[in-house]
């Protein structure tokens, strides 16, 4: 009995207590603290996707884009994931035999059956969207258009994705859409200022868009479009100038060059020793060109490089008109500008010309300097220096280059102090600065009008809370058991 009792006094009923609701007390700390790590990582990550193809005057293009299934509404989420140039032209281009036009897409099509998971295909929405070679081909004729938009229609409906039209987007949209793409892949729609404006020049057209003022917008409502995107109101001025894309200001500098009807163009926008023959019908089939072929005009026209700048920068003003503005300030033929704000990203043909020429990053006057010399040098030079790069786009270089430094100064004034807001780009973060993206977000409902609710704590907070709680009761619970302890020992002592 005497040895029962000492035993009993040894190991009291309440230590072992104390021991199992210590050793209880940490799993449940480690459960607790291992679950809310865990908790914040989805066990598989869930992509979904979408396609957008951009029917361009001068090509088209496939562009698939991804994003992580649980986080639609975040900016910078979406990431281009694929992209196809379609073999060929524009979609316009096949307005003789419109059945074709659907047909080149063939072989992107297929590329995005394999490039998007099969469990998806049947949600991924699918757009197309032409701009302003269709635009073009609208106004020259709208049955033919119809017919093009169709032939695309009945290939893209056969696909396994999620078809949802084929349109012709109108200049502010491509414009706006533009805008949206380069700040929500720099992540600037949420912080509600300092945004990017955007400078895309196509072949065909050409577009300016910027975050303005509300009351610099009153002017020309044309000119206007709103967003609000995350909670922040913005207020874009946007314009798109039909024919002064790539190509078809082209066409503009050659008819104006062409007005006599001469057999030999000699052209200082090309380098000396260029020559190629030019049919007057493919100078003057273009809507953009208003003047009649000259009446003295044979077939056709040797164009003749003479490979000057000065004088090619007569034969570019000579396309603009800077007079009749009939509001408080003009970029040119009469169209209304408000003041240039902040930077400035420039893309699509601005960003393969101006890198092409290693125009990106000097000075105003230093890249004067050297698109005077790539003028001047003579064109077997240029093709020894250059043996890879296309002869089309190598010839035109020097009248493209001319071309944008131009609009960029005198069409939107842009000084030499404010050059340097103007970034060419061609990506931003692994995605394509275009319009499509924009689109995209756009037409999903991807980007939320107001901003969304965010947690009162980051998770990392929340964990680290849930720690410092826990021990702190922990703590508090083992103090009371001791104090416990200490009481019953006393009493059995007094006993
Ligand atoms: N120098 C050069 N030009 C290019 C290259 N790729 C495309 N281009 C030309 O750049 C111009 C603009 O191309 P895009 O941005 O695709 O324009 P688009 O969508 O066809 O034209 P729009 O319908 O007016 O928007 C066109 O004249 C193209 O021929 C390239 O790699 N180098």
């Not at 603290?33 to 996707?49: D, G, I, R, S």
């Not at 698939?64 to 910078?76: L, V």
């Not at 960029?408 to 993206?437: E, Q, R």
Request: net charge neutral.
């Amino acid at each position: 009995m005497a040895e029962q009792r000492e035993m009993k006094e040894k190991n009291p009923w309440h230590k072992a207590v104390v021991i199992f609701i210590a050793v209880l007390g940490i799993i449940a700390i480690v459960a607790l603290v291992t679950t809310a790590v865990l908790q914040n990582k989805p066990l598989q990550q869930k992509f979904k996707y979408g396609i957008v193809l951009d029917a361009g005057s001068s090509h088209t293009a496939v562009y698939i884009y991804e994003w992580p299934a649980e986080k639609e509404n975040d900016t910078g989420r979406v990431k281009q994931k694929h992209f196809c140039q379609v073999k060929g032209p524009g979609i316009s281009s096949y307005s003789l035999s419109p059945e074709q036009a659907g047909h080149s897409l063939r072989l992107c099509i297929q590329e995005a059956v394999l490039n998007v998971p099969r469990r998806r295909h049947h949600e991924t929405p699918l757009y197309l969207g032409a701009t302003a070679g269709m635009r073009l081909l609208r106004m020259e004729n709208q049955s033919l258009c119809d017919q093009v938009l169709g032939s695309v229609e009945k290939v893209l409906q056969s696909t396994p994705f999620d078809y949802q039209g084929a349109r012709i987007i109108s200049g502010q949209e491509e414009g706006a859409f533009g805008w949206v793409t380069v700040n929500y892949l720099s992540d600037r729609l949420k912080q509600g200022s300092g945004t990017t404006g955007a400078l895309d020049l196509g072949g065909a057209s050409t577009q300016i868009t910027f975050a303005t003022n509300q009351d610099e917008t009153g002017e020309s409502a044309e000119n206007t479009v709103t967003f609000r995107l995350y909670g922040n109101d913005y207020f874009l001025y946007t314009h798109s100038f039909l024919c002064y894309g790539k190509d078809q200001v082209l066409k503009l500098a050659l008819a104006q060059q062409t007005q006599a009807g001469a057999s030999t163009l000699l052209d200082p926008c090309f380098n000396q020793g260029y020559s190629t023959n030019l049919s007057y019908s493919s100078v003057y089939s273009s809507p953009c060109i208003t003047t009649q072929k000259p009446l003295a005009a044979g077939e056709g026209f040797t164009h003749r490089g003479t490979g000057n700048a000065l004088q090619c920068q007569e034969v570019v003003r000579r396309i603009f008109n800077f007079s009749g503005c009939t509001f408080s300030h003009c970029s040119f033929n009469g169209v209304y500008q408000p003041p240039l704000q902040g930077q400035f990203g420039a893309f699509s043909a601005y960003y393969f010309v101006m890198n092409f020429l290693n125009l990106t990053s000097d000075t105003l006057e230093n890249n004067m300097e050297k698109m005077a010399r790539y003028c001047s040098t003579p064109w077997t030079q240029i093709k020894q220096q250059f043996p890879n790069v296309k002869e089309k786009y190598l010839a035109e270089y020097c009248f493209s280059g001319t071309y944008i430094l131009f609009l960029l100064t005198h069409g939107y004034n842009f000084t030499s102090d404010t050059w340097s807001n103007i970034k060419f780009i061609k990506k931003i973060s692994g995605s394509d600065a275009g319009w499509t993206l924009g689109y995209m977000l756009n037409l999903t409902n991807m980007i939320p009008a107001e901003a969304p609710d965010t947690p009162p704590l980051p998770h990392a907070g929340y964990v680290t809370l849930l720690l410092f709680t826990s021990l702190l009761l922990f703590l508090i619970l083992l103090c009371s058991l001791r104090s416990l302890w200490v009481r019953c020992t006393s009493q059995r002592q007094i006993i």
